[in-house]
């Protein structure tokens, strides 16, 4: 598709071809969303991610360092979960809840709680920030 402008992603069509870990792109796909119950290795959690807020729809995002990030639920302005699952060991996941109202609640690897979602992927590549700057909770 290069060339064309990338597509919202509530308006991908969804992918479900099966795919392994090791071929699930590093970067966003901008023409598809590649839903979890197409990947082959999904840990069970990963599936039923989205059953609590009501959004069992759950879709690839991209890789964040080590990290495989796929979300329940939109982007914004809705229930949603984001959840990140290690590459190096699939049984280990950490989930970020955005609330319709844009706050945010999750906790990172390094074991702290963030309220903004950008703090939370900083942790994802090991960047924590310190308990007290904006984002963060004790």
Do not use: C
């Not at 197409?38 to 759950?58: K, M, N, R, T, V």
């Not at 991209?62 to 796929?70: C, D, S, V």
């Not at 706050?103 to 963030?114: E, K, L, N, R, V």
């Amino acid at each position: 598709m290069a060339g064309e402008p990338a597509l919202p992603a509530h308006e991908r069509p969804a992918d479900n071809t099966p795919i392994h870990t090791a071929n699930l792109p590093a970067t966003p796909t901008r023409d598809r969303n590649i839903v979890a119950s197409a990947w082959i290795e999904a840990p069970p959690e990963l599936l039923s991610s989205g059953d609590d807020i009501g959004q069992p729809d759950i879709t690839y995002k991209r890789r964040i360092g080590n990290w495989l990030l796929w979300r329940a639920g939109p982007a914004n302005h809705a229930d949603a979960r984001y959840t990140a699952i290690d590459t190096n060991d699939l049984t280990r996941s950490h989930t970020f809840r955005l609330f319709p109202n844009g706050t945010g609640d999750g906790t990172g690897p390094s074991g702290a709680g963030h309220t903004r979602f950008r703090t939370w992927k900083e942790d994802l590549l090991g960047r924590h920030t310190p308990v007290g700057e904006p984002g963060t909770r004790e």
